[in-house]
Structures are given as C-alpha cells and as structure tokens.
C-alpha cells in the first residue's frame, strides 16, 4: 500500500509529468486544443516550476469556485478537492507567540498539493472567543480571522469556514441556550438552539457578521472573497430530541436561506456527518450503527433543502463502529465500512442530490486502542481511492478532507487525529500522489471536454488513472 517508487519521482521531477501529459494528449486530441490554451499547463509542464506552484494561478484566475451539475468549476476549469482540516487556526492566530503555525500549516498543506482547508470562523463564549456574547465581538480575533483568511490566500488555500458547533467545544448550541437563559429565556435542551426564535436571531446575528466581514489584512469583505470555498451552517448538527428530523430541516431551510440572501455567491453546506433518517429507511442499513437514524439528521431530505449547493459526509469507523479500537480483526470491516459509505453517498449525490458530495471529515485517532500509522495510511488509501473511483467517471464524489493536518508544535491541540506532515513521510506521500492525480483532471480538462473525453476513450482514462495502483 505504499507508494511505488515511479510516485516519487512524479512528486520531484516536472519531467516525468510531461510524459504523462504527452500520453494523455495522443490519448484523446479534443483536450490538447483546449490544453495549448491552459497557462496551468504551460506552468506544470516547465521544469523550472514546481507542482502546484505560486506562479500556477494568476491573480486573475482567482475566482470564486462555482458548482456546475455535480461538479465544483473554478475558471471553467474542475475543481476536485485534496483538502484538509485544522480546526484551531483562528486560535491560534489570536497569539502572536502562535500565529506562525497558521503559516506553517498552509505552507505544508500546500506542499503537498492541497488546495483547499476547513476550519472555524466561531469561538463562542470561550477562551479567546471571538463572540465574547451574543453580537459583542473581541476586535483581535476577529483580526487573527481575516489573517487566517489572507494567509490562506498567499499559499493558494480555499476555506470552508463554519460557522456554530452542534458540540460543547468552543462554544457551540450549547453556549447559544446559556445566553438565551441569561437573556431571561427558560431554555430546557440544547436542541432549543434549533427552534427557538431568540436563538435563531443570535446565529443569524453571527452569520451576518462574519460573512459582512471587511478583512483587515486585505480590505475584501468575506461574502466577497473567492479565497472562502464555502460557508458552512455549523458542525456536524444533530437534532436528538427530534428523530423525525422536523426540528433539523426547517431549521436547515431558514438557515441557508439566510446565508444565500446575504451572500449569493459563494456556495453553502450543512456540516452534516451523512447519516440516513426517516426520508430513506432503505438506506438507513448503511448507517454505522442503529443509532445515527435516531440524532434528527436526514442526509438526503436536509440536502434538498433550497440554497444548499453540495453535500458533506464525515467518515469515522474508528469512534462510530465498535468496539472502538483497531485491530486485523476489525480493520477489513473499518475499511469496507469506508468504501460502502462513501460509494451510497456519491450514489444519493447522483440519483436524488444533482450535486457534489465532499467527504469534509475522515481519519483515525492515535489514541485509538490498538492504533499504527500503517492503518491510518489504508484509511486514506481507501478515501482517497473511493473518491478517484467517482472522479473519473465523471460522478459526485468531488475530493475528501483529511482530519487533521498539524504542523510541529501545535501538540497541545492534538485531538489524536493530527497528521504532522513533517515527520508522517508516508502519508505525505500519498495525500501527494492524491493531490497530482486531482490535478490531473483540474489543470488538463475543461469542464466539457472531460466528459466527452471519457466516452471516447473510457479504457484509456481509466488506464491513466490506475497507473500507480493503490
Ligand atoms: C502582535 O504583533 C503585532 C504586529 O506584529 C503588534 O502590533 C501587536 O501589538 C502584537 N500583540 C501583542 C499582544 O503582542
Ligand atoms: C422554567 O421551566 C420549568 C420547567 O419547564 C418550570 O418549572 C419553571 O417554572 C420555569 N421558570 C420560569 C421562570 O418560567
Ligand atoms: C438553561 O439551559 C439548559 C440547557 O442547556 C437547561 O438545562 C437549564 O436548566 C437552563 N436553565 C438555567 C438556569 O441554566
Ligand atoms: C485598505 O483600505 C484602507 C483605507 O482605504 C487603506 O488605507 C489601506 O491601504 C488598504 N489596505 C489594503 C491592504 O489594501
Ligand atoms: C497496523 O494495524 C493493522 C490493523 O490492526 C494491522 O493489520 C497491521 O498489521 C498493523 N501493522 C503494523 C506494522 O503493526
Ligand atoms: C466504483 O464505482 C462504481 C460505480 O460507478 C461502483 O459500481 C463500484 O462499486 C465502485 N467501486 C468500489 C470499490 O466501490
Ligand atoms: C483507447 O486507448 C487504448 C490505450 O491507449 C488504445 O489501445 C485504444 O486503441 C484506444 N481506443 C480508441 C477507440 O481510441
């Protein structure tokens, strides 16, 4: 399951890319009139740029990303996503002593080809909030905010940005239901959070806010700038003291509505996990476990909520199947698990969403009984296989975001989950490998010479693909 040597020469050697350029051009000459034309490939092609160079994306070619059918375009180009996660990075932005490892993750991050990053734009109520309480911001976050923002932008690095957590950790519904009682409210469940107007009026308080926004660091208002991927509504919502899902869905509905009528441009997800609910008992049989149809959540139904643009999936075998620790015996089924779950979720995109599916969240905990690298390794072998098989068919699955990337010295936020890319060799090399084949597609195809290019030539594209067999 490692990367065979040919990888890592592709990963240091331009030329070898040119090869496989010149391969793919005989392959199918519809995508060599439109590749003369493409700068990126003019920039991939030269030896004297390196992959995923700064110079490969011109100030002008920094657009917003768009969705077209079940696809992400940016310049009329595919977008397929090799993104990550790192959560604390406003945080740690707030404190000069630790804002450089802001830098340091995007700059690893992008090493390594990946484009676009997922992290919180809320700290409610906590340590270093950014809502010290509801509608009173503390001015320096928000400063560290726009820097993350501005940093992500010189190392070419799109944002997700989420906006509340359904958990207690910085702050989270939790936090809105103590405001509410402290305003006078007589709150009796954090789901009230979902329903109650009052609480309804302070996240969309904090929406406004944000996406109204003017960076310090750059003078572009958030809702305006392409450097944000895509907003979204909160972290892994769940909704249990609602099954049928109601509380969720309208709440859904009025939140996304919301953000679209602030911001029309940029696209907007739910933050949802991918559970199966009441609107599709037959695939509920895909669920993890019996419990996940019971947390008010509903993949399909809340997806087809107006002004939700793409669906979002987590994928944890490790905490939602148990017993929760690895071993050979349970690490077949952890991986089956994976690719059964990832396949229905690019099979509801297809058949029932019209749009694209973003595996947001996936890894393994270090913490995890019975835990090694080489385990973590199959994991993002699995995903990242799992989303080429939709890719090059031309299908939903639009990328994955490894959970999480870290650089050194950020230990004391490590939830188990941190990849440092520093010293994890092999797993750099295969978010590497994941990352160039993305781009394969992204820089070489126009959005509609792609398609037509894989029914000329399906055996060869596939061929090209699977070259470096995972
Ligand atoms: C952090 O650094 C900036 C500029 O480098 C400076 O203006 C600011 O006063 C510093 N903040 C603290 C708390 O040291
Ligand atoms: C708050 O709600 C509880 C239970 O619903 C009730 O017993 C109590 O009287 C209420 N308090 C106020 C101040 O309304
Ligand atoms: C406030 O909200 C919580 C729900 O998180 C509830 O359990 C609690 O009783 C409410 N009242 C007070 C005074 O905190
Ligand atoms: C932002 O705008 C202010 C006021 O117009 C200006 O002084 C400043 O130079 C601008 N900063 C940037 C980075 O464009
Ligand atoms: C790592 O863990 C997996 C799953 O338990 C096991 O199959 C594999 O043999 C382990 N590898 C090493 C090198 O310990
Ligand atoms: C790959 O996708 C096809 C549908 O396009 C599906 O039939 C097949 O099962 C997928 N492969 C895996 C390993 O899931
Ligand atoms: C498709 O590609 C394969 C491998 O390059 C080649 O052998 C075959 O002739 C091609 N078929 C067509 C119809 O071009």
């Known amino acids: 399951m490692h990367p065979n040597e040919d990888e890592s020469v592709l990963i240091h050697k331009p030329a070898k890319m040119k090869d496989r350029l010149g ?131 010189k190392y070419k690095i799109r944002l997700i940005l989420s906006l509340v957590n359904n958990w207690d950790a910085y702050g989270g519904k939790a936090q809105y239901v103590k405001w509410g009682n402290a305003s006078g409210l007589n709150l009796t469940s954090d789901d009230d959070f979902f329903t109650n107007p009052t609480l309804r009026n302070f996240y969309q308080s904090h929406v406004r806010t944000v996406l109204n926004r003017v960076n310090t660091y750059t003078n572009i208002t958030y809702k305006n700038d392409p450097t944000i991927f895509a907003w979204e509504l909160m972290n892994e919502p769940r909704c249990p003291s609602d099954p049928s899902g109601d509380k969720l869905q309208s709440w859904i509905q009025e939140m996304a509505a919301f953000v679209k009528s602030i911001d029309a441009k940029h696209l907007v997800e739910i933050g949802l996990e991918g559970f199966y609910g009441p609107s599709a008992p037959a695939r509920t049989r895909y669920n993890p476990n019996s419990y996940a149809a019971q947390v008010g959540t509903d993949f399909i139904r809340n997806n087809q909520a107006l002004g939700v643009d793409f669906a979002t999936v987590h994928v944890y075998p ?133 398609w037509g290019c894989k029914k000329k030539n399906h055996t060869a594209l596939d061929a090209l693909l699977s070259h470096d067999e995972l």
């Open 23 to 153: 391969f793919r051009i005989v392959l199918c000459s519809a995508v060599f009139i439109i590749l003369t034309q493409n700068r990126a490939l003019a920039d991939f092609d030269s030896e004297s740029h390196e992959f995923n160079s700064e110079e490969s994306v011109g100030e002008e070619e920094w657009e917003m990303v768009e969705r077209k059918g079940m696809q992400f375009t940016q310049n009329g180009q595919p977008f397929y996503v090799n993104g990550f996660n790192t959560y604390w990075m406003m945080v740690l932005a707030a404190d000069n002593s630790t804002r450089g490892k802001v830098t340091e993750v995007f700059q690893q991050a992008s090493a390594v080809g990946m484009t676009v990053g997922r992290t919180w734009a809320f700290n409610d109520g906590q340590w270093r909030a950014l809502q010290k309480s509801p509608s009173v911001y503390d001015e320096e976050v928000f400063k560290a905010l726009d820097f993350v923002v501005s940093e992500a932008r």
């Open 318 to 450: 490790d905490t939602w199947i148990s017993p929760c620790r690895i071993s050979p015996a349970v690490s077949n089924s952890f991986l089956e698990f994976t690719s059964s779950w990832m396949q229905s979720h690019v099979e509801d995109a297809e058949m029932y969403l019209g749009m694209p599916v973003l595996f947001t969240e996936f890894g393994v905990s270090a913490h995890d009984p019975g835990f090694n690298t080489s385990f973590r390794d199959m994991m993002l072998n699995t995903v990242y296989k799992m989303t080429l098989n939709s890719t090059r068919k031309g299908g939903a699955g639009a990328g994955s975001l490894v959970w999480q990337v870290f650089p050194q010295g950020a230990e004391f936020m490590d939830d188990g989950y941190a990849v440092y890319l520093t010293r994890a060799h092999t797993a750099s090399k295969i978010i590497s490998l994941q990352s160039k084949r993305l781009a394969i597609f992204n820089s070489l195809c126009s959005w509609r010479c792609k």
